[in-house]
């Protein structure tokens, strides 16, 4: 099993940056894709940015040019760094550990923006 676990979340203001972090432990070399999501209050969860294990990254078109995902092999960590956050921002943030066939999900990290 993989068990998953985000950190970082809090209170900004526009324009600050913050970088989460979606550690990840268990049964990790089964893992294949790291993805964040994220869900606004009263919205559905949409997706956010993905990370492969050969460090291929992907981005929702909102999100491109602002945000970064990244990986740390020694740290078994994923990172969302976010720059020049905006209010639409405001979400909590999920990591998804895809290790086929299953995939494990964090409780979350709220992320708060204010104008």
């Known amino acids: 099993q993989v068990q998953v676990v985000e950190s970082g979340g809090g209170l900004v203001q526009a324009g600050d940056s913050l970088r989460l972090s979606c550690a990840y432990s268990?049964?990790?070399?089964?893992?294949?894709?790291w993805e964040w999501y994220r869900q606004a209050p009263g919205k559905q969860r949409e997706f956010v940015a993905s990370?492969?294990?050969?460090?291929?990254?992907a981005y929702d078109d909102s999100v491109k040019g602002r945000f970064t995902i990244s990986r740390d092999t020694a740290k078994n960590t994923v990172y969302l760094l976010m720059d020049s956050l905006k209010p639409e921002d405001t979400a909590v943030y999920s990591c998804?550990?895809?290790?086929?066939?299953?995939?494990?999900w964090g409780r979350g990290t709220p992320v708060t923006v204010s104008s």
């Open positions: 998804l550990a895809n290790a086929p066939p299953l995939g494990q």
């Open positions: 268990g049964d990790i070399e089964r893992i294949t894709l």
């Open positions: 990370i492969d294990r050969s460090g291929f990254a």
